[in-house]
C-alpha cells in the first residue's frame, strides 16, 4: 500500500484549494462513495457492535446483517459536529459509547471531520474541515447539533470564528442529509432556554425548516440513543421513525415509569419518604421524593448508563423527566411530588400497604374510588399541566 | 506588527478566541475572549435552592460533577446545613475519580497533539517503539504485535481518504519533535486512554447513576443509600467493583500518563522557560480526608502563593475575591465588586457579526475579570501542586522532586507551560494513591454501621431563616471554584459562580493587566505565525473550560442587554 507520507496531511491554512493531489481525493480515485472503508475493528468486534445497535434500535435480532452490511458498505459517511451553547455534556457521552465505543464510532464507521472539543485543527483550520466536508459531500453528510442557538440581539451570545451559532447552524445544515440535534439544549433550547430564556435560545427545529432533523434529547443524551440513530441512517438512508417531537420511537417510544424496576412498589404504594430511610436502602418508589418517571419518555431503565452500570432512579435519585422539552420549568421544583393525581386510587392513602393483605385492600380502595373516577381524569390533567414552580 | 486570531480554539470546552500580536516572532500582546454566554444567574433567580446544583451542573460537563458540588456546599452553608460523614466520603470518591478521569482525559485527548506529530507516527519501526515503550514503562500494552496492528490501522485509516478530526492539522510543523517511534507509542496510548476511560468513570454511575451529568447529590448529604445487604443501595459487591475501578485507574497513571508525560518532556524542556504568567496562584482547598469535613485535612491545602515565592503560602479568604468587568461586555458598575455583592448587566459593544477583528482597545469578552486582593491569579493543577508543595505536603514533594530530578530541572522550571502539564499529572497520581484510603474509610464506615446520608434537618424549606447567604468552593480539576448565594424567602436571590476558567482565561481589568492566559502568552516563540502551535500549547496547558467562564449575576428585571454595535 502507498502510504503517503506527512506533506500530504499537512494543510496550510489555504486547505481550501481541492489540488488534485490531495490525499483524499487521490485515494478515492474513481471509487463511488460508498466504498468499504478501511476498517480497524476486528470483524468480531465489529459483528458485535452491529448486534447491539440493532438490539439499541428495538429492530428484531434478524436485522444485524442488514446493519453490518449496511456499515461495512455505506463508507464512512461524513459527520459535522457543532456546539452552540452547550456543556460538552453530549460530548462527553459520546466518548462514552461502547458499543461501538468511541474509537470506533469515530475512527471506523464514521467519518467526525469537524467537532471543536476533539479535532486537531485550531481556528482557521478548523474552519476549512468544516467547509471542506460541506462542498466535497453536499447532501451526503449528517449535521450533529449540541447545545442550544441564541437569537436574541442579532445572534451576539455565542459566536464562533466571527460568526453567530445561527449563521453556522443554517449555512451548515443547507447541505447536510440531515441534522440530530443531541441532548435537550439542541432539541428544544434546554436549560438556556429555561424561564426568562436571557439569550432567546431555541432548538435547532426553530432554525432549520427544510431538512428532516431528529431530536434525541435527555441531560445528556445516551451514547447508545446517539450510536443506534446513526446507525439507522446508515443503514436505512432515513432517520427513524418519530414522535410528534422529533424523538425516535425506538428510545422515547415509552414512558420511564412504565418500565421502571422500581414500578411495583408504586403500584403497591411502597414509597421513599425520607433519604436514606429503610425503603431508600431497599430501592422503594422515589415518586413522593420528586420523581417525574410518570411524564418522562425515556428508555433509560433499559439501556441504563455507562454500558448498563446504572441510571439515575437505581442511584436512589428521582428523575426529572430530561428528555421533556421545558422541563427545566415544568419538572421543577425537583423535589416536589406531582401529587396524588398519578397515584393508582388505591394506593391514595398516603401509607404504603402491607404486602400481604394489598389484594385485598385494593379490592377495597377500588370500590371506594369508583365514583371518583372522573375526579381522578381532572386531577391527572392538572398535574400534567401545571407541575412545576410553585416556590418561583 | 501582525495579527494573528485563533478562532475557534480546539480541543477545549466551549467557545475560546485568542487574538495576538506578533513582533519579531513572538506575542508581544494576547486578548482572550469568551464569546458564548447563557445567563445562568438570571435563570436561577427565584427557584428553589435545593435545585440550584442540577441546574449548575449543566454549566459544564467535562468535569461533569464540579459546580453541583460548590452548588450543594454553598447553599448548606447558607442554611447551616452539615451532611454526614457518609455522604462526605461518598463526595470524595466522586471527586477523585473526576480528577484521575478528567486530567488523563485531558493529556490524551486535549492535549497531546500539540506535542504529538500523527503523521510521523506512519514513518515508526513498530518494534523499536514497542522496545521504546518497555525502556520507559512496564504496562503490557505496549507489545510489538499491538503497534504493528496500530501502524497498519493508521495507515489504513490515512488511505481511506477521510481523516476525520485529523485532517488540516499542523502537521509536519517544526515545532514537533518527537521522534517517529515515540509519535506512534503515543498515538497508541492516546487510543488506550479513550477505553481507559470509559471504564474507569462507571465508578461514577456505581457512585452518581450516570456519568457525565452524575444525579445523587443532594443538599444535605447524598441520594446514594448504603446497605452492604441491599442491592439497591451502594452494598459489598459495587464497593468491590469500586475497588477494582480503583485499581485500574491508579495502573494507567503510574504505568502510562506519567512515563509518557516524562518521555515527552524531555524532548521539550525549552518550554520549563516559556509559558509562565502571571506568578500568583490561588487554591481555595479540596478532598477532606477527614469525613467531618474540617478544611485542615485537605489533601490539597487551600492558600495563595505571590509573586512565586514559594517561601511563604498566604491564608486564603474569599472575602478579598472581587469581579471586574472594564474589558467585559458588561454595564460598568461601581469599580470591582465582591460576588455577593455584584450588580451588573450584559451590555455587548463588540463588531456585529460577521467580524473579523475584536476591538482590543475596549470590552472584548462575556468573561469578566476577577482578582484576588485585586490581583490576577492563576488556578489549577500548578496552583494546588504549588500550595501543597510550600505547604510541605509530603506526598507532593516527593513526586515533584523526583520529576524535576528526572528532567533534571530546578523548582523554577514549574513555572511555566511544561510545569503546569507536569503538575497536573502529579496530582493525578497523588488522587489516584488516595483512592483506596477513601474507600477504606467507606468499608469502615459501612462496617460500622453507619447509613445515614442525608441531614435531614433543614430539608423543609419552611425551617430556613427568612434570609441567608452562602459560599461554597471546590477545586474542581480545573481550579478554585466558588459558588455565592443569597436565599431569600425560600427562593434564590442571587447566585453567582466564579469559575477556574474565569480565573485563568480573564480579560484584561480597568488597570490593563493581563489575565493568567493573556499573560502566560506573551512572548511566546512563533516558528511560523500562520501556523500558531505554540500558543495552542500555553493555552491547552491551563486546559480551557469556557462553557464554565461565562456567567452573569443579578440583571435588573428580565429585558438582558443592551446591545450597543459598532461598525
Redesign the interface.
Known amino acids: ?7 500530504t ?5 489555504n ?1 481550501l484549494s481541492h489540488s488534485p493531489n490531495t ?6 480515485g474513481n471509487s463511488p462513495p460508498g466504498a468499504p ?4 475493528m476486528t470483524r468480531r468486534d465489529f459483528l458485535r457492535a452491529c448486534s447491539l445497535l440493532t438490539a439499541a434500535m428495538a429492530l428484531p435480532l434478524r436485522y444485524t446483517r442488514r446493519v453490518a452490511e449496511a456499515l461495512s458498505q455505506s ?2 459517511t ?1 459527520v459535522i459536529w457543532l ?7 453530549d460530548t ?2 459520546l ?4 458499543h461501538p ?3 470506533e464510532l ?2 471506523d464507521l ?14 482557521k ?5 468544516r467547509l ?1 466536508t460541506m462542498e466535497k459531500y453536499r447532501g451526503r453528510y449528517l449535521v450533529v447539533v449540541e447545545g442550544s442557538i ?1 437569537t ?13 451559532a445561527v ?1 453556522i447552524l443554517k449555512e451548515t445544515a443547507s447541505g447536510a442529509a440531515a441534522v440530530i440535534a443531541v441532548g435537550t439544549c439542541a432539541a428544544f433550547g434546554g ?2 432556554a ?3 430564556n ?2 432567546g ?1 431555541v432548538g435547532v427545529r426553530d432554525i432549520v425548516k427544510d431538512k428532516p432533523v431528529l431530536n434525541l434529547p435527555g ?2 443524551v445516551n451514547a447508545v440513543n446517539l450510536a443506534a440513530a446513526i446507525a439507522h441512517f446508515l443503514t436505512f438512508g432515513e432517520l427513524p421513525a418519530a414522535d410528534d417531537l422529533g424523538r425516535p420511537l425506538f428510545a422515547y417510544g415509552h414512558l420511564v415509569h412504565d418500565n421502571c424496576p422500581r414500578r411495583g412498589y408504586f403500584d403497591t404504594g411502597r414509597f421513599v419518604e ?3 430511610d429503610d425503603g ?4 422503594w418508589c422515589l415518586y413522593k421524593m420528586g420523581c417525574k418517571g410518570p411524564r418522562a419518555h425515556h428508555n433509560c431503565p433499559q439501556v ?4 448498563g ?9 428521582p428523575c ?1 423527566a430530561c428528555t421533556e422539552p421545558g422541563f ?1 420549568d415544568t419538572s ?4 416536589r411530588w406531582m401529587g396524588e393525581g398519578f397515584l393508582p386510587a388505591t394506593t391514595r392513602s398516603a401509607r404504603p400497604l402491607p404486602y400481604l393483605s394489598a389484594g385485598l385492600a385494593a379490592a377495597g380502595a377500588a370500590v371506594a374510588a369508583g365514583a371518583g373516577t372522573a375526579a381522578l381524569k381532572r386531577q391527572r390533567k392538572k398535574a400534567a399541566e401545571t407541575p412545576a414552580r410553585e ?2 | 506588527m501582525a495579527k494573528l486570531v485563533i478562532d475557534p480554539v480546539t480541543r477545549i470546552e466551549g467557545h475560546l478566541r485568542i487574538e495576538a500580536q506578533i513582533a519579531d516572532g513572538r506575542v508581544s500582546e494576547a486578548y482572550s475572549s469568551g464569546t458564548m454566554f447563557r445567563g445562568f444567574e438570571i435563570i436561577l433567580k427565584g427557584r428553589d435552592p435545593r435545585d440550584a446544583w442540577i441546574f449548575t451542573q449543566r454549566i459544564c460537563n467535562v468535569c461533569t460533577m464540579v459546580h453541583a458540588l460548590a452548588s450543594v456546599r454553598a447553599v448548606e452553608d447558607a442554611l447551616g446545613i452539615k451532611p454526614p460523614p457518609l455522604a462526605q466520603i461518598l463526595r470524595n470518591l466522586i471527586t477523585a475519580f473526576q480528577y484521575v478521569q478528567d486530567h488523563v482525559v485531558h493529556f490524551y485527548h486535549l492535549h497531546a497533539l500539540d506535542w504529538v506529530d500523527i503523521t510521523q507516527a506512519l514513518k515508526a519501526d513498530p518494534g523499536a517503539a514497542a522496545a521504546l515503550g518497555r525502556s520507559i514503562s512496564e504496562w503490557p500494552g505496549n507489545s510489538p504485535a499491538a503497534l504493528k496492528a496500530l501502524k497498519e490501522k493508521l495507515q489504513a485509516f490515512v488511505a481511506s481518504g477521510q481523516l476525520g478530526p485529523f485532517a488540516n492539522a499542523y502537521w509536519g510543523h517544526p515545532a514537533y519533535r518527537l521522534p517517529p517511534e515515540a509519535n506512534l507509542l503515543a498515538v497508541h496510548h492516546y487510543l488506550a486512554a479513550l477505553d481507559w476511560q470509559r471504564e474507569v468513570i462507571k465508578a461514577h454511575a456505581i457512585l452518581g447513576g450516570k456519568n457525565p451529568l452524575l444525579q445523587t447529590f443532594l443538599v444535605g448529604g447524598m441520594a446514594l443509600p448504603v446497605d452492604p445487604n441491599s442491592s439497591a443501595s451502594l452494598d459489598a459487591e459495587k464497593i468491590a467493583l469500586l475497588r477494582s475501578l480503583a485499581g485500574r485507574a491508579k495502573e494507567f497513571v503510574e504505568q502510562v500518563y506519567l512515563p509518557d508525560l516524562l518521555a515527552v518532556a524531555s524532548f521539550y524542556k525549552d518550554w520549563a522557560g516559556i509559558g509562565g504568567g502571571v506568578g500568583n496562584y490561588l487554591v481555595y482547598g479540596e478532598l477532606p480526608m477527614d469525613p467531618s469535613g474540617d478544611p485542615k485535612s485537605y489533601a490539597f491545602p487551600a492558600g495563595v502563593i505571590k509573586g512565586k515565592d514559594l517561601s511563604r503560602v498566604h491564608p486564603f479568604d474569599q472575602k478579598k475575591v472581587t469581579e471586574d468587568v472594564a474589558r467585559s461586555w458588561y454595564e460598568d458598575g461601581e469599580g470591582p465588586r465582591h460576588p455577593w455583592e455584584g450588580e451588573t448587566r450584559p451590555r455587548y459593544t463588540g463588531p456585529r457579526p460577521p467580524y473579523e477583528e475584536l476591538a482590543a482597545e475596549g470590552k472584548y469578552s462575556w468573561l469578566k475579570a476577577p482578582r484576588y486582593e485585586g490581583e490576577a491569579m492563576e488556578v489549577g493543577p500548578l496552583a494546588r501542586v504549588l500550595v501543597a508543595y510550600a505547604s510541605g505536603v509530603k506526598r507532593v514533594k516527593e513526586l515533584v522532586d523526583a520529576a524535576l530530578a528526572r528532567l533534571g530541572a530546578p523548582p523554577a522550571a514549574l513555572f511555566s507551560t511544561l510545569g503546569r502539564t507536569a503538575a497536573r499529572g502529579i496530582e493525578t497520581l497523588y488522587v489516584a494513591e488516595l483512592i483506596p484510603t477513601l474507600l477504606d474509610q467507606l468499608t469502615q464506615a459501612v462496617k460500622a454501621g453507619e447509613r445515614k446520608i442525608h441531614a435531614g434537618k433543614g430539608w423543609d424549606p419552611s425551617t430556613w431563616p427568612k434570609e441567608a447567604r452562602g459560599f461554597g468552593t471546590m477545586e474542581a480539576p480545573r481550579g478554585a471554584l466558588g459558588h455565592w448565594v443569597v436565599i431569600r424567602e425560600q427562593k434564590i436571590e442571587r447566585y453567582q459562580a466564579v469559575v477556574p476558567s474565569t480565573w485563568n482565561l480573564s480579560p484584561r481589568d480597568a488597570r490593563g493587566r493581563p489575565g493568567a492566559v493573556e499573560a502566560a502568552l506573551a512572548g511566546t516563540p512563533l516558528a511560523d505565525p500562520g501556523k500558531p502551535l505554540e500558543i495552542l500549547r500555553t493555552v491547552h496547558s491551563f486546559d480551557p473550560c469556557m462553557a464554565c467562564a461565562v456567567h452573569v449575576t443579578d440583571p435588573r428585571g428580565q429585558t438582558l442587554a443592551v446591545v450597543e454595535v459598532q461598525g
Open positions: 500500500m502507498d502510504i503517503p507520507g506527512p506533506e496531511l499537512t494543510h496550510g491554512p486547505v490525499l483524499s481525493r487521490r485515494s478515492r472503508p478501511a476498517r480497524g463508507g464512512r461524513p456546539e452552540f451553547q452547550d456543556c460538552a455534556g462527553e457521552s466518548l462514552r459509547a461502547s465505543s468511541a474509537a469515530v475512527l464514521i467519518s467526525l471531520d469537524y467537532h471543536e472539543t476533539i479535532m486537531a485543527p485550531a481556528g483550520n478548523a474552519e476549512a474541515s471542506q441564541p436574541a440581539e442579532g445572534g451576539i451570545y455565542c459566536t464562533v470564528g466571527g460568526k453567530t449563521e436549560l438556556p429555561a424561564a426568562p436571557p439569550t435560545a441531560c445528556s425520607e433519604w436514606g431508600h436502602r431497599a430501592g441504563g448508563w455507562n454500558e452500570t446504572s441510571w439515575p432512579v437505581g442511584a436512589g435519585h426529572i427545566w421543577t421544583p425537583f423535589y416556590g418561583s
